[in-house]
């Protein structure tokens, strides 16, 4: 089994939430970063995990112009789409957002892997953004970004089913 696993992340946390997937997936697996490397051809895996993290309610560009190019190939695949997200709440509005319905649809697995807010790296704006998610979620309830491991884990065992 091949699987391709093609991800985008501003600050780490996709990354390494993709890094995780690969040691629990079962075969050879390859990792690609969008930012960084442009995809392979698809033709030689099996299987193709994509993802990314939400960012104003969408995932990076390059992830959702990755999915619509090659939504037809995606469709012959065993398929796997996941988000990195602050607002698990939003969950829904954000996978519409970033990948076809059709793909939805067709993925073996869907996941959510919660966030993380790495302030420290981040340009101002962003900062600005993140502090304000920080301080609402602890007035209106709403919880910050968190991670959830287990959630990366159970994506996992989907895709090895
Ligand atoms: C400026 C900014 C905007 C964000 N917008 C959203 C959003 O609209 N919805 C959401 O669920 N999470 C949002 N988040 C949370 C990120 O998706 C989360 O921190 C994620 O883990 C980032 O992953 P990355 O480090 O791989 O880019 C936002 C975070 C920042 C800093």
Known sequence: ????VLYATQYGYTADCAARLKAELVGDVTLVD??????????????????????????Q????VFCAAHEGELLQKTLG???????????EESLAASFPESLKKHAKAVGCFGGELRTARMKPMHKLIANMMQKAGG???????????????DFAAAMNA
């Not at 969008?34 to 995932?59: C, F, H, N, T, W």
């Not at 309830?141 to 287990?150: A, H, L, R, V, W």
């Open 34 to 59: 969008l930012g960084k490397q442009s995809a392979p051809e698809l033709g030689g895996y099996d299987a193709v995990i994509v993802g990314g993290s939400i960012y104003m309610g969408r995932v």
């Open 61 to 64: 560009a390059k992830v959702s």
């Open 139 to 153: 007035k209106s309830g709403i919880e910050p970004p968190k991670p959830n491991p287990q959630a990366v884990l």
């Open 1 to 4: 089994m091949k699987t391709l």
């Open 81 to 91: 789409v996941f988000l990195c997200c602050g607002v698990p709440q939003s969950l």
